[in-house]
């Protein structure tokens, strides 16, 4: 039976991380913005539903509130930075996530600091409902999303990812077009960090970390940029490569040097026999 629960809760995870790794998808696979702010739209939108919850309001409710706050903070932070382009891009963004964290770790009155927030309410119980619920939801965003990769806005980010000039001579509003792609990307990264919220019942100023920018963008970069089911499979491998670590008995001061050792290794092959992941269909400019 513990067995079953672990398998539960590692395919909770896998749901959840995985709707983020298909919204940034959107941001960087199809768009081609180079977003490191991504983790931050996850951490506001687990934050936001976890106070909110807190203070009183309905579960779902307060998940939708944090994921149309990460929609608002996104076009924000695509305001100022849509007209910048590859590591420019890449740098502003990831200072807005070293800002979100020093937010979090610094507004003790709200946030908690350090001590982080606990006693979230959960979703569901037990588990196996709320393993349902966000398979379902994962499920609905996927076929969002691979509509949306073969409408026409999906056609017109997809023409600014490969000539962004192509596509101004074309008569398309590149810089709106942009915005549109971080608000929709930062949406469901909001969902998916209230998702997060009400199922660990735990959030501290960590998930702003660096550690987990990198960890998303392994398994975007390992699935392949501009497939849908490439960023399903890259999350499934990243979650799913290290946890027979767990039962060969090595001491937790060995297993998470060991996790990241297996993570590089990874991500390593992956860069030299399939440089655009299993599924890709561009490289990361």
């Known amino acids: 039976m513990a067995f079953v629960n672990y398998l539960i809760h590692l395919a909770i995870l896998i749901g959840i991380y995985s709707i983020l790794t298909v919204s940034l998808n959107l941001a960087v696979g199809f768009t081609g913005l180079l977003n490191l702010g991504h983790i931050a739209f996850f951490g506001i939108g687990a934050y936001t539903s976890a106070l909110l919850s807190m203070y009183g309001m309905p579960v779902w409710a307060s998940m939708l509130v944090a994921s149309v706050t990460a929609l608002t903070v996104g076009v924000l932070l695509a305001l100022p930075t849509a007209r910048l382009k590859g590591d420019y891009l890449a740098l502003a963004t990831l200072g807005f996530t070293f800002i979100a964290g020093s937010v979090s770790r610094n507004w003790i009155g709200l946030t908690r600091g350090a001590l982080g927030i606990p006693g979230i309410q959960k979703l569901v119980q037990p588990n196996t409902w ?8 994962a499920a609905l965003v ?10 026409r806005w999906g056609k017109t980010l997809q023409a600014i990812r490969d000539d962004e000039l192509a596509a101004k001579t074309l008569g398309k509003d590149t810089f709106v077009r942009k915005i549109e792609a971080m608000a929709l990307s930062a949406f469901f990264a909001g969902l998916a960090g209230g998702f997060f919220a009400h199922y660990i019942t735990f959030i501290d100023p960590s998930i702003f970390g660096l550690g987990d920018v990198i960890f998303l963008f392994s398994m975007l970069i390992i699935g392949g940029l501009a497939s849908i089911k490439g960023a399903a499979l890259g999350t499934i491998i990243l979650f799913a490569i290290p ?3 767990r039962f060969i008995g090595f001491p937790s001061s060995i297993l998470g040097p060991m996790r990241e050792i297996l993570f590089a290794l990874v991500l390593i092959l992956i860069i030299i026999y399939k440089p655009r992941g299993i599924f890709g269909k561009v490289d990361l400019k």
């Open 243 to 245: 946890e027979p670590l």
């Open 142 to 151: 996927y076929f969002l999303f691979w509509r949306i990769s073969r409408s």
């Open 130 to 137: 709320f393993l349902v619920i966000v398979l379902v939801i």
